[in-house]
């Protein structure tokens, strides 16, 4: 494309012979003044926070910017490998304060605003949550990234640049109601936008096939209804060490043509109208986790990541070597986080064959040395399946080499298994029926060298269930990489308190290398170090009691227990678990059985998917149990229960430090891996969970005493299926059957009578595959231990302390290691700058 933004032919070497920007505090004051009264045009009246926030995020830019583009320079200069992270979720969350800790500058910033009579904290709450992700497989693309720039590893995120991110949620009655996150209508000053780098997408019209004057079948893909796509990047700055990568946003836009053409018929307005369903395909993020929708646009939007990506990559490519390809798969590598993107399998091979006029064995060459896929579920509601018809008429070609790699790889399946049609039908990936599928998660297999679960039991259940035959035939793809989590946003930026004890304690290492966490062991028992750990757990908890008072009228007590379960509400995440648990505490203070108890303050938070109405019934079970105990005045201080609305990143950053007791308390076999659990276990919180995820390795590090340990293994849950029998469990446990008649009763719900009639009907149900009932003995006798041990309170901070000490593998730092050894195969690049 030939824009006023293509390269002139004279290059201008001296524009770039400046002096790198000023870190001093002067400098950097000097460009807050500025932008806030020259750029901003500022006036002395009124000082409004939005102003403010704004003129310190562009002068931090600056900064950013400049090594942002020497990283790219020196990258290319290098000419290293590089690796893309394909997500269709960037769970971002807000950049300032993870900006100033990276460019070393949070203590400059502080002293500066003081100065100015500002206060930094005040600014960085001004800051909207990039909210571009649903929950856990959107915030560890967002931990990825952080650690690659940290490690200094050369990998760009590409995802899409939704003008409205996850829903804001408010609780009304009870219940949940959704407002659209519009959260670039401040303006975003953290981005940059690059016309220059436009790239089309293809939707629609038809294939054609034609033999070319030296005998190539060449097949175009004409009439089509093109949408350009423009990139937005966000720098990504590694941790004090001149590196600055890429998250590079697609936005959707509508071509000039288009337009024309309908202009030119004379319907001005329907061309206005087509330029809108254009720039509908990054208008919204899905608000379904753990569930596909399998909607129209959803795909047309996964089409115009992959493809904006891969053209992007590739005419860098060409740039360089021309239509020489050799090499190109010892240069480039694709992470595919999860099948969302995985349409970009078939997409690499249009683009070579179709566009670069490759053989099918050498583009298919290329493709399956340079995609990787990563699962992040075995639920079976989460599996992608797009129906043939929608494919091919979406995207005509793409079906096309669909079922080319399909029948190809058939073909394969048919000699290793001769004569076995039974696993044809369960490899392929169309499956047969009275609609045809594409299994989005066979094409991933099929087109990649690497297939990884996120947690060693759930790449365990992979090879033994899902991908059973995949394993069988491919045994060399299968690897685990278990998730982790960013220690600089969730230790050094959102828990000051700790970061300062731990620094003056085993100084600062731990911030780029966490195993040295493991240096706190010997202080575990050390009473003078148990109550500074205890002062600031305090100091936290007091953060938290604000929080909550302000936003649901509720006092917690800092000295309680804060016992939080904080995740996306899901029947699997068995968040029904713990408010029968709740109930019960309730019952048990009514009826004076307090011997032994702790006083609690129990935390709710997440958000359910619009359209999954279980879940959003179990939000309003949480509300009116909380009421009714809230307002009881015979519970006293023994009992809190609060539903924190709108669970976002920035929430979690105040919630995580507070954390006594994180509830990890999903049906064994379910949760993947989960990253909640490594952010409280990182803060000094111990765990309450199952044998499911990282929770099994969260418990190996920590040592089973530092662990609460309850419910049904995976084998067990597996083998109850059949003859589970709930009814029968709560006639045996009066503790248990008490809590089902208060339910029942509608204590609860005294003038809604009925509305948790669903809830009831599928914890007893015999067919329940989240087995709540199966579990609740167990969980009550692993929260009477936590509460027990909560009272000794030189016993629970060394158990805390403890759990922080061994927390040193769930670092992103060590995740993009072992992703880096055994799959990207990167070698780490120094910046100039610094
Ligand atoms: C970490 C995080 C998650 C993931 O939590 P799980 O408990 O692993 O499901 C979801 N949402 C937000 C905002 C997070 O910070």
């Given at each position: 494309m030939t824009t006023r933004y293509s390269c002139s032919a004279t290059p201008a070497p001296d524009l770039y012979d400046i002096e790198a920007l000023s870190l001093s505090a002067s400098a950097l004051t000097d460009d807050f003044k500025r932008y806030y009264g020259v750029h901003l045009a500022q006036g002395k009246g009124c000082a409004s926070g939005h102003y403010l926030f704004t003129a310190l995020a562009l002068t931090l830019r600056d900064r950013l910017l400049e090594r942002m583009r020497v990283t790219q320079e020196t990258y290319r200069q290098q000419n290293c490998k590089q690796a893309y992270y394909l997500s269709m979720e960037f769970l971002m969350g807000r950049a300032l304060g993870n900006a100033a800790l990276n460019l070393g500058l949070d203590d400059e910033l502080k002293q500066l605003l003081n100065g100015l009579g500002l206060e930094y904290e005040d600014l960085a709450e001004m800051e909207h949550d990039a909210g571009l992700g649903n929950g856990g497989l959107g915030r560890l693309a967002a931990c990825f990234i952080d650690s690659c720039a940290t490690l200094q590893l050369p990998v760009t995120g590409y995802g899409?640049?939704?003008?409205?991110?996850m829903f804001q949620q408010r609780i009304e009655n009870g219940y949940q109601q959704e407002m659209p996150d519009h959260w670039l209508r401040d303006g975003n000053p953290w981005e940059l936008e690059r016309p220059e780098y436009t790239r089309r997408i293809k939707f629609g019209g038809h294939t054609e096939y034609h033999r070319s004057a030296s005998g190539w079948m060449e097949v175009q893909w004409v009439a089509t209804n093109d949408v350009l796509a423009v990139p937005y990047d966000l720098p990504i700055p590694g941790y004090q060490n001149g590196t600055v990568n890429r998250l590079r946003l697609w936005k959707a836009a509508a071509t000039d043509e288009f337009n024309l053409e309908d202009f030119n018929a004379g319907s001005y307005t329907d061309a206005v109208a087509a330029k809108n369903a254009a720039e509908n395909i990054s208008m919204v993020l899905y608000p379904n986790d753990a569930s596909e929708n399998g909607k129209e646009l959803r795909l047309r939007q996964q089409y115009f990541l992959a493809s904006a990506s891969l053209q992007d990559i590739l005419a860098h490519w060409v740039n360089r070597h021309g239509q020489d390809f050799t090499g190109f798969a010892d240069k480039n590598c694709f992470q595919l986080n999860d099948?969302?993107?995985?349409?970009?399998?078939?997409?690499?091979?249009?683009?070579?064959?179709?566009?670069?006029?490759?053989?099918?064995?050498?583009?298919?060459?290329?493709?399956?040395?340079?995609?990787?896929?990563?699962?992040?579920?075995?639920?079976?509601?989460?599996?992608?399946?797009?129906?043939?018809?929608?494919?091919?008429?979406?995207?005509?070609?793409?079906?096309e080499i669909i079922y080319e790699i399909n029948a190809r790889f058939l073909r394969e399946v048919a000699n290793h298994w001769p004569g076995d049609k039974s696993r044809l039908n369960a490899l392929s990936i169309i499956e047969e029926g009275h609609q045809q599928q594409v299994r989005m998660a066979h094409l991933a297999i099929v087109g990649s060298f690497s297939v990884n679960g996120v947690a060693a039991l759930h790449s365990e259940l992979l090879k033994k269930g899902l991908f059973r035959d995949f394993y069988e035939l491919w045994p060399e793809k299968f690897n685990n990489k278990t998730n982790g989590v960013t220690q600089r946003r969730w230790m050094a930026w959102c828990n000051p308190a700790l970061t300062q004890l731990l620094s003056d304690t085993i100084g600062d290492d731990w911030i780029t290398d966490l195993s040295q966490l493991k240096k706190l062991v010997p202080y575990a028992d050390d009473p003078i170090f148990q109550q500074k750990w205890h002062a600031a757990k305090r100091n936290n908890k007091v953060r938290l009691a604000e929080l909550v008072a302000d936003n649901c009228g509720i006092k917690f007590h800092p000295d309680a227990m804060f016992d939080i379960q904080v995740k996306r509400i899901h029947e699997y995440k068995r968040q029904l678990l713990n408010i029968l648990h709740v109930i019960h505490l309730y019952a048990r203070i009514k009826n004076g059985e307090t011997e032994g108890l702790v006083k609690r303050c129990v935390l709710f938070g997440g958000k359910a998917a619009p359209g999954y109405a279980m879940a959003k019934q179990i939000i309003k079970l949480i509300n009116n149990v909380a009421k009714v105990i809230n307002n009881d005045p015979a519970v006293g201080d023994w009992l809190k229960v609060v539903f924190l609305p709108n669970y976002q990143v920035s929430a979690m950053e105040v919630i995580c430090p507070a954390a006594d007791l994180s509830e990890q308390v999903s049906t064994a076999g379910k949760e993947a891996s989960g990253t909640g659990n490594m952010k409280f276990m990182m803060n000094g919180a111990m765990t309450i969970g199952t044998l499911d995820g990282a929770n099994i390795e969260i418990r190996e590090e920590a040592g089973e005493e530092n662990f609460f340990l309850f419910g049904l293994t995976e084998a067990e849950v597996h083998d109850r299926k059949g003859h589970y029998n709930p009814q029968q469990i709560i006639e045996q446990d009066a503790d248990l059957k008490r809590v089902m008649q208060w339910l029942k009763s509608g204590y609860f719900n005294p003038l809604e009578s009925g509305c948790f009639d669903n809830i009831l009907a599928a914890l007893t149900s015999p067919q329940d595959p989240w087995m709540t009932i199966a579990d609740f003995r167990s969980y009550v006798n692993a929260q009477h231990e936590a509460g027990l041990a909560y009272q000794d309170q030189s016993r629970w901070l060394r158990m805390s302390i403890l759990n922080c000490a061994h927390s040193g593998k769930f670092s992103t730092d060590r995740t993009m290691q072992d992703y880096n050894q055994d799959i990207w195969k990167l070698t780490p690049i120094g910046s100039p700058i610094d």
């Open positions: 899409l640049r939704y003008e409205y991110g099948t969302h993107p995985t349409v970009a399998v078939a997409e690499l091979m249009r683009l070579l064959l179709d566009e670069h006029q490759m053989s099918w064995e050498a583009a298919w060459q290329i493709t399956t040395r340079t995609m990787a896929y990563t699962n992040h579920t075995l639920l079976p509601e989460a599996l992608e399946r797009w129906p043939v018809n929608l494919f091919g008429r979406l995207l005509p070609r793409i079906l």
